[in-house]
């Protein structure tokens, strides 16, 4: 079998010739299949109040389901990912930054869920997604939503086409940048019930708390492993 060098190794020529993101998402495919770091990483950004009533909180029989996308691309030379911003509504989310998804329908799987409302709100076509895995799902209190995070990867930029009932913008953030310690911090949030100390991601003048913030400290936590 013909091979290639790279450095003092060697490869196998089709290896070599896979972009960094169909690397990547090799990698996490593998990885996803494996345990998960779980509520020990999604704590790690989660709020005050979060941490000490979470263990003492169940998540109700009644609660409603939900899925979102960590969507894997690359643009001039560059893994990145993106968020969504919300617009404006009498909600508890709205404006907040978060990763596209939304309520699974009775018809369809979680991961049919994903795929359908990325599209739906951010235009990139479910059948041109390769979905790799499945993170740690996660209970949202206030919108008494279930939220189970795909991970997947498309082999193209998207041209971003935004539903505009629901969403006010596209933040495109590098891989790299997720992972910088630089835009981590802390901050005081207003809520309906009052302000709470939270960590917080700063992306481009943007604010990723919450729940978002703790599905990126997972995935943070997944991507260190590879």
């Known amino acids: ?34 345990p998960l770091p779980g509520l020990q990483a999604q704590m790690k950004m989660a709020h005050l109040e979060r941490r000490i009533n979470y263990t003492h909180s169940t998540i109700p029989e009644y ?35 978060a990763f596209p998804g ?32 499945q993170l740690t799902s996660l209970y949202i209190p206030p919108s008494n939503f279930l939220v189970h995070p795909f991970v997947g990867a498309i082999q193209y930029k998207p041209d971003f086409i935004l539903q505009p009932e629901e969403v006010a913008e596209v933040i495109e953030i590098s891989i790299d940048d997720l992972g910088d310690l ?11 019930n009052g302000m709470v100390q939270t960590p917080f991601f700063g992306f481009q003048g943007k604010t990723v708390w919450g729940a978002t913030a703790m599905i990126i400290s997972e995935f943070l936590e997944i991507l260190e492993s590879l």
């Open 102 to 133: 939304g309520k699974k329908e009775s018809s369809e799987t979680l991961e049919e869920a994903s795929l359908r409302e990325t599209e739906e709100e951010i235009g990139v076509r479910g059948s041109d997604v390769q979905v790799l895995g």
């Open 182 to 192: 630089r835009y981590r911090g802390e901050k005081k949030i207003s809520l309906s």
């Open 1 to 34: 079998r013909d091979h290639c060098v790279t450095g003092v190794q060697t490869c196998a020529l089709p290896i070599c010739r896979m972009n960094q993101l169909e690397q990547l998402s090799r990698k996490l495919k593998y990885r996803l299949s494996l």
């Open 63 to 97: 609660a409603r389901m939900g899925a979102v996308l960590i969507l894997l691309y690359e643009a001039d030379g560059v893994l990145k990912t993106c968020f969504i911003e919300r617009t404006q509504y009498d909600g508890v989310h709205s404006g907040q930054i």
